[in-house]
């Protein structure tokens, strides 16, 4: 049982690229989330989603493009990479039936913008 | 949206040492409560959460902590730290319906030998 899975776990991007991050979860959960992580930030919902198809914007948004044409997939894009695009980025999973279960987390993907 | 505010960025403490590790949030409305523990280049694990029931919570490694609906409190607490609890530690809040989680900006503890 993988849990919550991310590739690549480390990138370097230059300014203007484009690349995905890819989460996948073998939990069945109907919620999956991404996160960025900076320091003395804590943890920023980018986007998520409630279910296969469906997505929604979190707090920070910008710059970033997601999808969710799985249940077990949840796909992370930046069109254009920027310098502020540099941080740690987590997925995790929920289930559907309420907040009890907690969130389930990837490892983490680097990410550095040059 | 909710807030959760951890108002100690930065905690050292002698091993073997108690401490605690403070968490406010605002809410009027009942709340799932957690606390996640971060180890160095790892993701987050879930360390122990509040449902309901019983105020105080406890983990497998000596953590516990306690929900404090007066005060929108959820301090997480260890009477005696190891150096392997050397860890960020983030606490968090659920709200239902919608399975949203807000966290705060983190606790990093350092234990000193």
């Known amino acids: 049982n993988a849990g919550v899975t991310q590739t690549p776990k480390f990138r370097v991007l230059k300014t203007g690229q484009s690349m995905t991050l890819l989460c996948a979860q073998d939990m069945n959960h109907e919620y999956m989330y991404w996160y960025r992580q900076d320091p003395g930030m804590g943890l920023r919902l980018i986007h998520y989603?409630?279910?296969?198809?469906?997505?929604a914007k979190g707090e920070v948004p910008d710059g970033y493009n997601v999808s969710r044409l799985k249940k077990q997939n949840f796909l992370l894009g930046l069109e254009s990479a920027a310098p502020s695009q540099t941080s740690v980025y987590f997925c995790?999973?929920?289930?559907?039936?309420?907040?009890?279960?907690?969130?389930?987390f990837g490892e983490g993907s680097r990410l550095t913008v040059l | 949206a909710q807030s959760v505010t951890q108002l100690d960025s930065q905690v050292p403490v002698f091993e073997e040492a108690p401490v605690e590790l403070r968490c406010n949030y605002s809410?009027?409305?009942?709340?799932?409560l957690f606390w996640y523990v971060q180890y160095p280049n790892q993701g987050l694990q879930l360390l122990l959460k509040y449902l309901s029931g019983s105020t105080l919570v406890e983990s497998i490694n000596g953590f516990e902590a306690e929900f404090n609906k007066s005060q929108t409190s959820f301090h997480l607490r260890k009477p005696s730290v190891h150096i392997s609890d050397t860890a960020e530690y983030f606490c968090a809040v659920s709200v239902t319906p919608g399975n949203q989680f807000y966290f705060g900006t983190g606790t990093s503890l350092t234990v000193i030998p």
């Open positions: 995790a999973s929920s289930s559907i039936a309420s907040g009890a279960v907690g969130l389930f």
């Open positions: 809410s009027s409305v009942s709340v799932y």
């Open positions: 989603s409630v279910g296969e198809g469906t997505t």
